[in-house]
């Protein structure tokens, strides 16, 4: 989460640098939780991205809960680890963890008790393949290669692509198969606000087009089913593993919003005298700040520098808006913020260069 700088820091801005990247630590480990809001989008705009960016998700409401939590290999069912629990037979598809996957089924293909097998290293993260009951045949499916769900070390500008299959053989009846590419580019970074958390985060947009193709043994015949192109944008900070925010979009629309909800932050009333701290961002600035004015917050944003004179005055902002304040033509320096308003007081610094 943002924290507010410290003098230190504020001392050697040359230290600072707001821009982030993410390697093999910042993935989930065997134990971990994830727990999330489902939430509901009427509209999403993809293009709203880019270098030092803000977004704005704080108005997210919560409409059900989940959690998604990885596992030891060793945890899941045994016929399940075949590939997966196997550093010598297997070592590219030796998972790190598993985690609960989704049911699905066509036509007299049902597979159910889904088990997605992960691994990670210094090259990337990784989607090995899955177990599942097929049919009610527990098996162990391998990726032929395995899915590169991210590359690393990773930062702002990263673009690669990732090929993978994985099939299934239900004797007698049919033969199943998928062909998956992953497009992914590193299209943002910036501040990411939800409704009771601050992230620094680097955006990752993934176009996957996959193609089903089934041969029917009764019939002597084959057919490809291309499946409508999904669009993954994921919102990741460090250390926190798994996305802090995804959007799943499908035709442009979005039909998957899961982001981070911590209740026990959520604010239910604002003391009348209220202290607190703004977090300006970038910091150091140059050319353009933003501010975000606090829960229940609204007035006048000022900007003073160090003799206390006010240089810059932003009126009647409403309380959780993003404003942007101009930096044109003020001397490098430190500056103090402040809101002039109701809620309380309310603080900060900004180093401009």
Do not use: C
């Amino acid at each position: 989460m943002i924290r507010t700088f410290t003098l230190a820091l504020l001392l050697f801005p040359v230290l600072l640098s707001a821009q982030i990247t993410l390697d093999q630590a910042d993935m989930p480990s065997a134990g971990d939780t994830m727990r999330y809001w489902n939430g509901l989008l009427t509209s999403f705009d993809a293009a709203d991205t880019g270098p030092n960016h803000v977004w704005d998700f704080s108005g997210l409401g919560p409409l059900t809960e989940g959690a998604d939590t990885a596992v030891t290999v060793g945890s899941t069912p045994f016929l399940y680890q075949f590939f997966f629990n196997n550093p010598f037979l297997y070592p590219d598809h030796d998972a790190d963890y598993a985690v609960k996957g989704q049911e699905f089924g066509f036509q007299q293909l049902q597979v159910s008790d889904v088990y997605d097998y992960f691994k990670k290293g210094s090259s990337g993260f990784r989607n090995v393949g899955f177990g599942a009951n097929i049919n009610g045949l527990p098996s162990s499916i391998r990726r032929l290669p395995v899915d590169y769900v991210y590359r690393f070390p990773m930062t702002y500008g990263d673009v690669d692509s990732s090929f993978s299959t994985w099939e299934v053989d239900v004797p007698t009846i049919f033969h199943f198969e998928q062909e998956q590419w992953r497009y992914n580019e590193v299209d943002g970074w910036g501040v990411l606000y939800l409704p009771t958390d601050t992230f620094t985060v680097l955006r990752v947009r993934s176009v996957l087009q996959r193609t089903d193709s089934i041969y029917i043994d009764q019939f002597g015949i084959g057919f490809a089913i291309p499946e409508p192109q999904t669009v993954e944008y994921k919102w990741l900070a460090v250390g926190e593993g798994y996305p802090v925010l995804q959007v799943n979009t499908l035709a442009g629309l979005p039909v998957l919003t899961r982001f981070r909800y911590d209740m026990e932050n959520i604010p239910t009333s604002l003391p009348e005298a209220a202290v607190g701290d703004l977090d300006p961002f970038p910091n150091p600035a140059s050319d353009i700040v933003h501010v975000r004015m606090p829960e229940g917050v609204s007035g006048d944003l000022v900007l003073t520098d160090a003799a206390g004179r006010e240089v810059r005055r932003v009126p009647h902002i409403r309380a959780k808006a993003v404003v942007a304040v101009d930096l044109g033509g003020l001397p490098g320096g430190v500056y103090d913020l402040r809101i002039d308003g109701n809620g309380g007081r309310w603080n900060g610094r900004l180093v401009v260069e």
